[in-house]
């Protein structure tokens, strides 16, 4: 029997979760019944708990991440996030209630790069050297993803996209743009592949 499995069944946490919290580093805010996975990872660069909330119910298995220079993540109730699924925030993330995210799916709200090579290559050199810059610009556009969705495995969601109540984006998509509420998206890019009857929604 792991120490982490003792400590999980003990406080409800898992160890990675109370370590983070009792040498002081910054994580997240868990309303009542949230709970991290075993996988879970949770990177505030920011360094503010604030910026990275779970809503009640909502069960983490990937990575939610803040940047040092902004970010801002707010998942609702009864929502999920499978493993190996990063989600980054250098602006704002937000996803509503009842979210299903699959496994390996991948969210951003920036470039995370500069696109020219001199600005990537001295963001590079500060991350290996100080840690993430906190004077820095990457085409930041808020992401939303509204109530009842789901994202599929492996998809991908870019910056400045909403996906609508109730919308599927299917496996392996690559959504670019906004996804219509109650909508199935599949392809790169995401292209409409069917409406969901009122039956199915």
Not at 12 to 23: E, H, K
Not at 35 to 62: E, P, T, Y
Not at 105 to 116: A, E, K, Y
């Amino acid at each position: 029997m792991s120490l982490n499995f003792l400590i999980q069944r003990l406080t409800g946490r898992n160890a990675d979760y109370l370590i983070q919290r009792v040498v002081g580093r910054a994580t997240c805010r868990l309303r009542a019944g949230a709970a991290l996975g075993a996988g879970a990872r949770i990177r505030n660069v920011l360094g503010d708990s604030d910026k990275i909330v779970v809503g009640a119910q909502s069960r983490i298995f990937g990575e939610l991440m803040t940047f040092a220079h902004g970010g801002e993540i707010r998942i609702g109730e009864w929502s999920f996030v499978g493993k190996g699924t990063r989600i980054w925030s250098a602006a704002s993330i937000e996803i509503g209630n009842r979210v299903l995210i699959s496994h390996s799916v991948n969210i951003f709200d920036s470039l995370t790069h500069p696109l020219g090579a001199a600005a990537r290559h001295e963001q590079v050199r500060q991350i290996f050297t100080h840690g993430h810059p906190r004077d820095i610009s990457l085409g930041e556009a808020p992401v939303k993803i509204c109530d009842d969705a789901w994202i599929s495995a492996g998809a991908m969601v870019l910056r400045g996209v909403t996906v609508g109540q109730g919308a599927v984006v299917a496996a392996g998509a690559v959504v670019t743009k906004d996804v219509a509420a109650f909508s199935v998206v599949a392809g790169n890019p995401a292209v409409l592949v069917r409406e969901l009857r009122p039956d199915e929604r």
